[in-house]
Every structure is written in C-alpha cells, then in structure tokens.
C-alpha cells in the first residue's frame, strides 16, 4: 500500500509539476463547461481542483472567523478563487501562494483591481522562507500537503508565518490499510496530526469522508453529463482527466481506504 502510494504520488508530481498545474488552471479557469461543472459538483464556481465543496467552505469561513482587520494565507492556492472568494466576504486581507506560476499570473490579472487586499506569489511549499515575509492571523492548506516532500519540516516552518494564537488549517485526506485497526484511523493518529502534534499544535478535527465520496460521484456524473460541451469548446482532457481522477477515487472509497479530515490547529 505505502509503495502504491509513492507511485501515485510520484506520478502526480511528474505529470503535476509546476508546468502541467499551470496548464491544467489556465485551461480549467477559462472553460464555461468547467465553470458549470464547479457549481454542479461543488455548488460554488471557484475553479476547484480537489475535493472541497461548500459544506467544507461554510466550514472553513466558521473556522477562520475573520474580519477586515485579519490577514489570511492559503499555500498552493492555485487560481486563488477559494481565497478571493473568503476576502471578500470577510473583508481580510488575502495572499495566495502557489508553485503553478501560470495560475499566479492568472490570479494576479483577474484581481489587479483588488491588489489593495488581494495578492499573490510564487513560491514553494518546501521553501517558503525565501517568499513570505509576513506573519498572518491564518494559514490554509487545502489539498496541497500530499506534494512536500517533509511533512513534518513543513508543518514546523508555518509556525514562523503565524501570529501569537493564529490558526493553521489543513483540509487533507489519508490512505487506509485494510489491516489498521480503530487506533490507526483516528486522526491524529494519520500524517498531518502527528506533525502538529509533534510541532506543538492544539487542534480539532472534522471528518469530511462521506462528504469527499458524494464529491466524486457527483464529479463522475456531472462529467458524463457535460461531455459533449467539454469537447464541443476543445477542452476534452479536462472531461478525460475529470473521470479519471473520480474513477480512480471512488474506487478507494468504496473500498473504504480513505479518510478527509480537517485539521483546525492553534499554538499551544
Ligand atoms: C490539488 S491542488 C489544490 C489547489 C487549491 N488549494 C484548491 O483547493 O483548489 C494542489 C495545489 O498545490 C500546488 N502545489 C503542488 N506542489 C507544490 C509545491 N511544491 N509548492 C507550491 N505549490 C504546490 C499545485 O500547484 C496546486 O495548485
């Protein structure tokens, strides 16, 4: 299972890295057909690419509890609709920051008018020293852990971004043996508690499992629904890769391999 997984991961860098990301944004934020498929699958159009919906986003805003006098972070963050999105509607200040250097340039064409509040960067999760220079009021890391390559160093770093009693939020989902037993699936028991724990984070948990599953067959179904108009506009792998990836996830999930947690974590 763990060399299965190295694999997937492997193979997801190799075809995911900075290039195929900013690929697959530009070519997904400008597609009316994936527009339609975001507020079907996840009943918002933030150009989602993961496993996050609304339930997740109402429960991201009640965590983060922010007003215009706060400053939030999200790290991989690709086209930054998910923070512009909470910037707006709290009135916080917003930094995304993102290896996909195609999608921050896209970020920073689409919200040049709101540059007083809303601002992006390049940079890389296993490196962030050299690009943030600022401590924020939250950090947000929504489906972007599974491509550092030291959880543990990566988790510890955030501290240093954060302000006495900021909040680091983790939207995550883990792999499952079939042979873990009740002890191995807690959540603190799975790769991102144990590096909070081991960095000194208090945290809550909220399992997101079921919800993560109704997110793929909804992706497989309203693909299949939106096929034609995928192709009639050219935009054929974005369909391709849409039924892949749920196919492949749904899988896991009907074999009960995987677990969503969210992780809201303050300094001890
Ligand atoms: C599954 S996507 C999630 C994107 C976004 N958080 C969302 O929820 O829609 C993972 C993101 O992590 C970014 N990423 C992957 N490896 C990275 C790295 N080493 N440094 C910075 N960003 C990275 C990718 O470019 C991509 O935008």
Redesign the pocket.
């Known amino acids: 299972m763990m060399i299965f997984k190295q694999f997937i991961l492997k193979t997801m860098i190799r075809l995911?890295g900075?290039k195929g990301?900013s690929k697959m944004?530009l070519a997904t934020s400008k597609s009316k057909t994936y527009s339609i498929f975001c507020e079907k699958v996840y009943g918002r159009d933030?150009c989602?690419?993961?496993m996050?919906d609304e339930e997740q986003l109402q429960k991201l805003l009640t965590s983060l509890n922010l007003n215009s006098s706060h400053n939030l972070l999200?790290?991989?963050?690709?086209i930054g609709k998910?923070g512009e999105f909470i910037s707006d509607s709290t009135g916080a200040s917003f930094t995304g920051?993102?290896?996909?250097y195609g999608?921050i340039g896209d970020a920073q064409v689409r919200t040049e008018s709101k540059k007083e509040k809303v601002s992006f960067l390049v940079?890389?999760?296993?490196n962030l020293k050299d690009v943030i220079f600022e401590q924020y009021d939250a950090i947000v890391l929504?489906?972007?852990l599974y491509?550092?390559s030291d959880m543990p160093k990566c988790i510890e770093s955030m501290k240093s971004f954060l302000k006495p009693n900021g909040k680091l939020i983790v939207f995550y989902s883990s792999t499952k043996k079939p042979s873990d037993n009740s002890f191995d699936l807690l959540p603190q028991n799975k790769p991102v508690g144990i590096a909070l724990t081991q960095s000194g984070f208090a945290y809550e948990t909220y399992d997101f499992t079921v919800n993560e599953k109704k997110i793929w067959e909804k992706s497989f179904h309203v693909a299949q629904e939106l096929k034609a108009s995928f192709i009639e506009e050219g935009n054929s792998e974005i369909y391709k890769s849409r039924i892949a990836e749920a196919k492949r996830n749904l899988k896991v999930h009907e074999k009960e391999l995987i677990l969503r947690n969210l992780y809201v974590a303050t300094l001890q």
């Open positions: 995911f900075a990301f944004y933030l989602q690419a993961n996050f999200d790290i991989g963050c690709g998910i920051v993102d290896f996909a999608a940079g890389n999760l296993n929504i489906d972007s491509f550092v």
